[in-house]
């Protein structure tokens, strides 16, 4: 994991992390835990990985350093093992953003099938720093993602979505290796990426059970585990920003993953809660010390190698879910514009229909995602970029009554975009709400800020399964409430669906 510095909190402090709703309910949890054939992840398998990871540090000068020899024959062992297994890798080069002589991403598809359009990500960095050889920090998240894809290739189980494995350079300098690869995606390929998991230091001496974003969508997959074998976790709020999922976040992509601590100290209510002495989670971190075996716990890392796996079965290789309710915007629905009558915009208001592309140092209003309508901020694109967008206050537009099933899990996806000039302010903003029996809740907000920001469709996803059995809506809102800004927005291809 990369040490936190100012840069750090920095580039934390604009990064738009997705709200989402309560956990799934424990009756869902329990179906989905019986119906699935989760494989174990060989423990023994993954140490093997780690001796090797080590004997690597050892032969190369002592460290796994991106710039290193011991990175590059990292790289070699780990290319090696995935394409013998079977995996359509590539050694993909940071061109820009990356420490001079870094080495290459290493990016692996699993070409057993499903939804090309769909594609659960795991990933963990694979440099170390130059004080040692990195063992926990992060040969334990490498060597358990080199685990469980092997596992992948082992079982081929049949896949509903397709299945990526990254094992990142340069994290260590600052997540240079995962920002490259997140930041050259095209808008489609972006929106093809469902969730990002990411595993970072997993096998601390002293460790807790923590998890990115732990109310997201992957995020309560993973809480599910741990619930299921009696262990409590906690939100990463130490790792928050300083690791590979940050780059994903920052792009729209839902993120998670497991951890189990760094350089913090372990409070009395954690030992209490997980054993262990008040100190360090990890003792070595960063330093010479950082070695295998002694600072592996095998239980630690034993339990996050199945968490990652159960992530994978149950998202990637479970029942296709059925879909409870959806709209492409082809045809009117009932939606509703300025439903509670407090919409205070003056122009840009949502309506559904064919929207003209607009541009103003760089696309701000883009074509519908599928098919020819969406739901968009004032369609037409007039004389300038800012005839149309949105002006003086808050637009918003509900949906339909919708019938939830009684049992989930359910879950709402759609895609949206949010484009805004560099005079726009953090009073600006897109959200997604959910209106049930209690009131509204937000399931995800993304600020505005005083930057240019191009439109580019994102996929979400966010659970439902709180309110099952109830009759809900999905309220749509966008503003340009703070002074007059260039502010554009859209949605498209809302679905909900039920497993």
């Known amino acids: 994991m990369r ?29 989905v835990v019986s119906a ?5 992840i ?7 990985h780690l001796q090797q990871f080590q004997t690597i540090a050892t032969s190369n000068g002592g460290n796994r350093r991106a710039t290193s020899a011991g990175y590059t024959a990292s790289v070699t062992y780990v290319y090696n093992k995935l394409v013998a297994a079977g995996f ?21 598809d699993w070409p057993g099938g499903g939804d090309p359009n769909s594609i659960y990500m795991f990933g963990a960095h694979l440099d170390g720093v130059s004080a040692g050889p990195g063992i926990n920090d992060n040969a334990s998240g490498s060597a358990t993602l080199l685990e469980i894809a092997l596992t992948l290739a082992a079982t081929n189980p049949s896949l509903t979505s397709r299945v990526r494995f990254a094992f990142w350079t340069d994290e260590e300098q600052g997540l240079n290796g995962s920002r490259f690869y997140a930041n050259t995606l095209s808008s489609t390929e972006r929106a093809k990426i469902k969730a990002y998991f990411n595993f970072d230091m997993v096998g601390s001496v002293n460790g807790g059970y923590f998890i990115n974003r732990i109310t ?3 995020g309560q997959t993973l809480k599910a585990y741990y619930d299921s074998i009696g262990v409590p976790t906690e939100e990463n709020t130490e790792g928050a920003g300083r690791s590979d999922d940050a780059p994903f976040n920052a792009i729209g992509v839902q993120t998670s993953g497991v951890a189990a601590g760094a350089s913090r100290v372990k409070t009395a209510a954690q030992v209490t809660k997980w054993g262990g002495t008040q100190s360090a989670f990890d003792p070595c971190y960063h330093r010479a010390c950082d070695t295998y075996p002694s600072n592996i716990s095998d239980t630690v890392l034993n339990r996050a190698g199945d968490a990652a796996a159960y992530a994978l079965w149950t998202l990637a290789a479970g029942t296709p879910a059925t879909t409870v309710w959806s709209d492409t915007f082809e045809t009117a629905t009932g939606w509703t514009t300025n439903p509670a009558g407090t919409d205070t915009a003056t122009s840009g208001s ?10 103003s140092s760089g696309a701000k209003q883009l074509t519908a995602l599928s098919g020819t309508n969406d739901l968009v901020t004032g369609r037409l694109a007039g004389t300038s970029a800012g005839d149309h967008d949105i002006d003086g206050g808050t637009t918003s537009v509900r949906s339909p009554a919708i019938t939830l099933p009684t049992t989930g899990p359910l879950t709402l996806k759609l895609s949206w975009y949010l ?9 600006d903003f897109f959200r997604v709400s959910v209106v049930h ?30 309110y099952a059995g109830q009759s809900i809506r999905i309220l749509i809102e966008a503003a340009d409430a703070g002074t007059a800004s260039l502010v554009e927005a859209a949605v498209d291809d809302v679905v909900i669906t039920q497993g």
């Not at 699935?36 to 174990?40: E, F, G, L, Q």
Request: proline content about 5%; hydrophobic content about 40%; charged content about 5%.
């Open 42 to 48: 060989s423990l023994t398998n993954t140490k093997a």
């Open 437 to 466: 029996n209690g009131g509204t809740t937000a399931l995800f907000t993304q600020s505005a800020s005083a930057t240019n920001r191009n439109a580019a469709w994102t996929s979400g996803s966010w659970s439902l399964s709180s």
């Open 88 to 108: 359509t890798v590539t050694r993909q080069n940071c061109t820009s953003g990356c420490t001079s002589g870094a080495g290459p991403n290493v990016i692996a």
């Open 3 to 31: 040490a936190c510095t100012a840069l750090v909190l920095t580039a934390v402090a604009v990064v738009a992390v997705p709200a989402t709703a309560p956990a799934t309910t424990a009756a869902a949890t329990a179906s």
């Open 419 to 427: 484009a805004h000039g560099s005079n726009a302010t953090s009073a």
């Open 216 to 218: 997201s969508v992957p």
């Open 36 to 40: 699935m054939a989760v494989p174990d």
């Open 350 to 359: 949502w309506e559904r229909g064919v929207p003209q592309a607009t541009n």
